[in-house]
């Protein structure tokens, strides 16, 4: 049995070869023809010879963008409050979504998680984000706004584990109203300042003010994974990457004191950001003063 599965591996590495070996060959001739056509001198005469489907290919393009613009679910300015267990993808789901406005507006995103990877400048080698990272006190202190986030230079706020960051069961201690009564001041008038707010967490609920402003802007978040076929196209390898997310919209009411959500629809978001920007150890990070049990020991035998 070791022999023969030792041989199928062999196989299965010389397919893997063979595979590369012809995916290179493929891309030779089809890199020196896009650097043929792409040439300013070719591609003017090829703009000018093709002048009559001009409008036909401008008026498709522009279709695109505004079909991809109004499908996209978070248009509308307000509260949203994004809900999901442990793993069900809503730290990348609130990456892609500052992805996705950063290509829009051309401005970085709060957000009090470390989930985007650095980046390098190649002339000064300095090291940059786009999306800082915050606490909610730096903003929001003695129940008061302390210090406005600018909406000139960033378009979101985004909470990640709101549910750890505002206990909502101790909503009526000192520690917590200090920060909620700013954080809510500053909500209401969302639409009139930065625009967005997306608070993520684990429970199905959050306070009880804030799922009054959320109430039409609440969803289930689960992501989607799957084969990544680009990646084995190029290198062979094979791999499980995220796909997108299935976004469940609802509408929440409240009765006698318990909130009551109704489905109202669903929808399929595609991932677009590098996964190489998104720092997926970003939750383990917050361990790292923590102190491991060390009283059960392996015995060595």
């Not at 909406?151 to 009526?172: C, G, M, P």
């Not at 707010?197 to 003010?209: A, E, G, N, S």
């Amino acid at each position: 049995m070791e022999k023969r599965a030792l041989k199928i591996s062999s196989i299965g590495d010389k397919i893997s070869i063979f595979i590369q070996k012809l995916a290179k060959v493929n891309s030779l001739p089809l890199a020196k023809y896009s650097e043929f056509v792409l040439k300013d001198n070719i591609y003017r005469k090829i703009r000018t010879l093709t002048r009559p489907l001009h409008k036909i290919w401008i008026w498709a393009w522009l279709n695109s963008l505004y079909r991809e613009q109004e499908q996209y679910p978070f248009n509308k300015p307000g509260v949203y409050i994004i809900c999901g267990e442990p793993g069900a993808g809503k730290s990348s789901l609130a990456f892609e979504i500052m992805t996705r406005t950063l290509k829009k507006t051309g401005k970085g995103s709060y957000i009090n998680t470390a989930i985007e990877n650095p980046k390098v400048n190649s002339n000064t080698f300095q090291t940059y984000l786009y999306h800082p990272k915050y606490q909610l006190t730096d903003f929001f202190q003695k129940g008061k706004i302390l210090k406005w986030p600018n909406q000139y230079k960033f378009s979101a706020i985004h909470i990640d584990e709101i549910h750890r960051e505002l206990q909502y069961r101790q909503n009526q201690s000192s520690e917590y109203m200090d920060i909620f009564k700013g954080l809510m001041e500053y909500a209401v008038g969302i639409r009139h300042y930065i625009g967005h707010m997306f608070c993520y967490t684990q429970m199905d609920k959050v306070d009880t003010q804030m799922m009054s402003l959320g109430a039409n802007n609440i969803l289930n978040v689960q992501i989607k994974k799957g084969f990544n076929y680009r990646l084995w196209l190029e290198t062979g390898k094979f791999e499980i990457t995220i796909l997108g997310w299935n976004l469940s919209f609802y509408i929440a009411t409240q009765s006698g004191g318990t909130w009551n959500k109704v489905k109202t629809h669903e929808t399929f978001l595609k991932r677009t950001f590098c996964l190489e920007e998104f720092n997926t150890y970003n939750l383990r990070k917050n361990l790292k003063d923590v102190e491991f049990d060390k009283s059960c020991k392996t015995s060595k035998t």
